[in-house]
């Protein structure tokens, strides 16, 4: 693919020394392929089985399929998921649960950037150029050079400007939307709940709020790839990037994402028709689904706390018409059949959709 040669020898790219400061702040230690941790307090989706796989304190034993994971473990699961890897860029996919960041002894894909070069012999320290957030699955950018790094930024946002959608992702959803296909359009914000700060929607933000950037217009178009038993399968193309974007504006359609335990709560329901509750009246708790909806997913009430966010980060736009795309995991697929819904997704190369009218320059 052209865009990877060029990244990788027409930018210029120099090999630099990946041993130095990420790998001591996040407290990768020795040589090889070794890599040790403080106690992890990260929940790492990964199999099937068991939806959830808590990821364990580095001096744990081993542990079958489906039970908690190491930073070891950890390692091979983003090795074995990588979908490309050319010139100066990389990209995997990787399981909800997994931090780009993480707090301090927290385990997280940063933290296990250095290991994953030297496993996969890579020459340059790499670097995050996009990536879904910590409860969402789907694909992870990476780059081994700095220049590439921020030209491939810098055509993100340009492209949003432009009215261009360059990231799809997709969402099991408990509900179905009323339209087929549409456009979510509001303002977010930050607000204090309590010892939490929330984002929180603005349904008709005032100009000076905007213009003080104390609210972001935002904007994502969806589309229904199918439904049943109450059930959706969403393709997501967020026009503006705000922190957790999709999960609000899904609320805003009356149909969170299953397994969204932060902000299923606000909506609502009596004798079956849902409605939206104000934040401040909806505190965050475990997602609440009925019988049925837990006996087709195979589920007890008391396992639904751990039933993982099922939201994709699918596909990404690159330079000269590229475009990289990262299979469903293993847990996504399991509630697709399980519910009934299409496993296949729009196929990679569809065209891309025109640009959506433009919004607030604030």
Same mark, same amino acid.
């Given at each position: ?10 930018? %210029? ?15 990768v230690? %020795? ?6 941790? =403080? ?34 473990e950890?390692? %091979? ?8 890897r ?18 301090? =002894? ?10 994953? !070069? !030297? ?34 930024? !810098? ?15 997709c ?32 349904l008709?933000? =005032? ?38 974007? +999709? ?7 009356l ?40 006996? !087709? ?40 059949? +399980? ?8 196929p ?15």
């Amino acid at each position: 693919m052209g865009w990877a040669w060029e990244c990788g020898h027409v930018w %210029g790219c120099t090999r630099v020394n990946a041993e130095g400061l990420m790998g001591a702040r996040a407290g990768v230690q %020795g040589g090889g392929r070794g890599v040790r941790f =403080g106690d992890t307090r990260v929940r790492l989706w990964e199999h099937a089985e068991a939806w959830v796989s808590p990821v364990r304190p580095a001096h744990s034993t081993p542990r079958r399929s489906g039970r908690p994971l190491g930073p070891e473990e950890a390692l %091979g699961l983003l090795e074995a998921s990588v979908v490309h890897r050319e010139g100066a860029l990389l990209a995997l996919s990787k399981p909800p649960g997994l931090p780009v960041l993480g707090h301090p =002894g927290e385990l997280s894909l940063s933290a296990l950037l250095p290991a994953l !070069r !030297r496993r996969l012999d890579l020459p340059a320290e790499l670097h995050v150029v996009k990536a879904p957030a910590r409860e969402c699955s789907g694909l992870v950018l990476l780059s081994g050079c700095h220049r590439a790094t921020e030209q491939l930024q !810098r055509f993100f946002t340009t492209a949003r400007r432009r009215g261009q959608f360059p990231a799809t992702y997709c969402a099991v959803t408990v509900g179905v939307p009323a339209e087929a296909e549409g456009e979510i359009r509001t303002g977010l914000r930050w607000q204090q709940q309590g010892d939490t700060a929330a984002v929180v929607p603005v349904l008709s933000p =005032g100009r000076y709020s905007l213009a003080r950037k104390e609210v972001k217009s935002t904007l994502t178009r969806y589309r229904v790839l199918g439904a049943a038993g109450g059930c959706a399968l969403l393709q997501l193309q967020p026009r503006t990037a705000f922190p957790e974007q +999709l999960p609000v504006h899904l609320t805003l359609l009356l149909c969170p994402a299953l397994g969204d335990h932060e902000h299923s709560s606000r909506v609502g329901r009596v004798l079956g028709v849902p409605f939206l509750l104000p934040p401040e009246a909806a505190p965050t708790h475990t997602q609440v689904l009925d019988e049925e909806l837990l006996s !087709r997913l195979g589920l007890s009430p008391q396992q639904l706390r751990r039933l993982p966010l099922h939201l994709h980060l699918q596909q990404l736009m690159l330079p000269q018409g590229g475009l990289l795309s990262a299979p469903l995991p293993p847990h996504f697929l399991r509630t697709l059949r +399980l519910l009934g819904l299409p496993e296949h997704l729009v196929p990679v190369g569809t065209p891309a959709p025109q640009p959506a009218p433009p919004l607030s320059p604030h």
